[in-house]
C-alpha cells in the first residue's frame, strides 16, 4: 500500500537546522510531488511547500522563502525538508504528503506520521 | 488569520446530519477544486473528499462535498461517535500560488 514514513521527532536550539525525512513506498516515487505541511501545537494547518521528485522543481510559501529547502533522493524514494534559522515559533509537527507533478495538482494523500520538531533553548 | 473561513466548532448527536462550512474568494473556492481532510485526536491528517465532491475509496457515503461560488461545505449524516474529530477545507490559491487551508473545525458528538 501506498505509505509515507517519517524520521523521528527532534528537538533542537533556536538558530539551529533540522531537516526532516519521508521515505515512500508502494508507489513509483518520481511520477508524484511532495507536500510539506506543518501544524504548530493546537493551530491547525499550514502548507510549507511542494517539490517534483522527478526534476526537483519545487515550490515554496512566501513566508519561508529564504530558510525552507525541499530535496529528495530517488535512489531511495525519500523526500527531505530542511528548516534553517529556527525559532520557537517553528515548533509544530511536520508533515508531508503525496502529491501532484505540479504544485497545484492533486489532494494531499495518503500523509506521513508526522515529526514532531521542537525548539527550545 | 486563516485564508479559508470555517466555523471554529460544531456538534451533532448521533445519527443527525451535521454541515460544516468554508468560504473563500474567487482565487481559490471560486476558481479551484476543493479538497477536505479529516484528523482525527493525535493522528495525521486524511483525506475525506477530494475534487469538491468525490470520496476517496474507503470513506464512507454519509460523507459528502459541494460547492457554490466561493463558498463550500461538507455534510456528514448520520453522524457516529468516531467522526469527532477536526475537519479542513483546502483549496490552491492562485493569488498566493499556495495551497490555503480553513482554521479547521472541531466536530464534537454529543
Known amino acids: 500500500q501506498v505509505q509515507l514514513v517519517q524520521s523521528g521527532a527532534e528537538v533542537k536550539e533556536p538558530g539551529a537546522s533540522v531537516k526532516v525525512s519521508c521515505k515512500a513506498s508502494g508507489y513509483t516515487f518520481t511520477s508524484y510531488g511532495v507536500y510539506w505541511v506543518r501544524q504548530a501545537p493546537g493551530q491547525g494547518l499550514e502548507w510549507m511547500g511542494w517539490i517534483n521528485a522527478y526534476n526537483a522543481n519545487t515550490r515554496y510559501t512566501q513566508k519561508l522563502q529564504g530558510r525552507v529547502t525541499m530535496t529528495t533522493d530517488t535512489s531511495t524514494s525519500t523526500a527531505y525538508m530542511e528548516l534553517r534559522s529556527l525559532r520557537s515559533d517553528d515548533t509544530a509537527v511536520y508533515y508531508c504528503?503525496?502529491?501532484?507533478?505540479?504544485?497545484?495538482?492533486?489532494?494531499?494523500?495518503?500523509w506521513g506520521q508526522g515529526t514532531l520538531v521542537t525548539v527550545s533553548s | 488569520q486563516s485564508v479559508l473561513t470555517q466555523p471554529p466548532s460544531t456538534s451533532g448527536t448521533p445519527g443527525q446530519r451535521v454541515t460544516i462550512s468554508c468560504s473563500g474568494s474567487s482565487s481559490n473556492i471560486g476558481s479551484r477544486l476543493v479538497n477536505w481532510y479529516q484528523q482525527l485526536p493525535g493522528t495525521a491528517p486524511k483525506l475525506l473528499i477530494y475534487s469538491n465532491n468525490q470520496r476517496p475509496s474507503g470513506v464512507p457515503d454519509r460523507f459528502s462535498g459541494s460547492k457554490s461560488g466561493t463558498s463550500t461545505s461538507l455534510a456528514i449524516s448520520g453522524l457516529q461517535s468516531e467522526d469527532e474529530a477536526d475537519y479542513y477545507c483546502?483549496?490552491?490559491?492562485?493569488?498566493?500560488?499556495?495551497?490555503?487551508f480553513g482554521g479547521g473545525t472541531r466536530l464534537t458528538v454529543l
Open positions: 504528503a503525496r502529491g501532484g507533478k505540479t504544485a497545484a495538482e492533486l489532494a494531499f494523500d495518503p
Open positions: 483546502a483549496a490552491w490559491d492562485d493569488s498566493l500560488n499556495g495551497w490555503v
